[in-house]
């Protein structure tokens, strides 16, 4: 198929899927050798017992674990779906999925290194703050849900039976075994749907005639939501997505900051990633409530003179 709009070329799908597949595997990989270990050496519902009684607090702690543990995006599906199963409350987990992938050291020097001349320490805190704030935004939301609404079958079956600490000591060495054994369950289980995520992602990528978005650069109120189907549609790593963001120039401050704040939280590959774990009406609700949500307040923020 060809015109002005779409135009396949086999070339350059082939190295945006490579590109996007290797740049995310790594992650991924670490991500369910975490989630392996996690399986094997954190006892049964001590994550219950370290949060704080209130939901609140709980949630806002959640959202700022990131700064703790940092995880990317990619891999941090994974390791909420083991916490979930040692008694992580899921809003909790949802708060910490969504916030780590912004609110993280790592993140936090690559956006200040990306936005120099271009207001790079007021940039740099309104995306952490913006994104710590949606994600306990989200979390509270998801308190009210019933987990039938949430999470998939087969989580849900965990959660029934859940894992027994082991009475008898267990070598370290077997205990390793396991872990890997985990790990190995999860990788080939979430590669599934990230293969998928990346394929949809790269066509769209190369396929599509970015000059579209062009044009809504002068008006806010298309400039933030074409920026976060943008960065929907590059799924790229929060690492290094400042750096695209800011190349985009002609865009105002607001539409780059919804670019940075809703492509971590939610991007093609993260549709199909969030299925391992999610049920698909959830996922979908997610991403239209972040896409309504942060282009909203970006809209607002620029009403405010940002």
Known sequence: ??????????????????????????????????????????????????????????????????????????????????????????????????????????????TYAAFRGQGAEEFTVLRLGLGYFIAVLVGFAVLNLPLTAVLRSKILAGLEHPPHDHHAPVPFGQRLVGAMDAGVRDFLDVMVYFILGVAVASLFGTAVNQELFLPLALNDWLAVPSMMTLAGVLSLCSSSDAFIAATFVSFPAVAKLAFLVFGPMMD?????????????????????????????LCVRLSVIGL
């Not at 949802?94 to 936090?108: D, E, F, K, S």
């Not at 590959?269 to 997610?286: D, Q």
């Open 268 to 296: 093609l590959k993260l549709l199909f990633i969030y299925s391992a774990v999610f049920t698909k009406r959830f996922v979908l609700g997610l991403a239209i409530g972040l896409f309504v949500l942060i282009g909203l």
């Open 1 to 110: 198929m060809s015109g002005d709009w779409f135009s396949f070329s086999l070339p350059d799908f082939s190295y945006a899927f490579l590109s996007v597949l290797l740049e995310g595997v790594p992650f991924i990989l670490f991500g369910t050798l975490l989630s392996g270990l996690i399986d094997q050496f954190l006892p049964s519902r001590v994550m219950t017992r370290f949060l704080p009684r209130s939901a609140f607090l709980g949630i806002c702690l959640s959202g700022s674990l990131g700064l703790v543990f940092p995880m990317c995006e990619c891999g941090i599906v994974p390791v909420i779906r083991r916490l979930i199963a040692k008694g992580l409350p899921v809003s909790n987990a949802i708060a910490y999925m969504l916030a780590a992938p912004i609110v993280n050291p790592i993140v936090a020097v690559s």
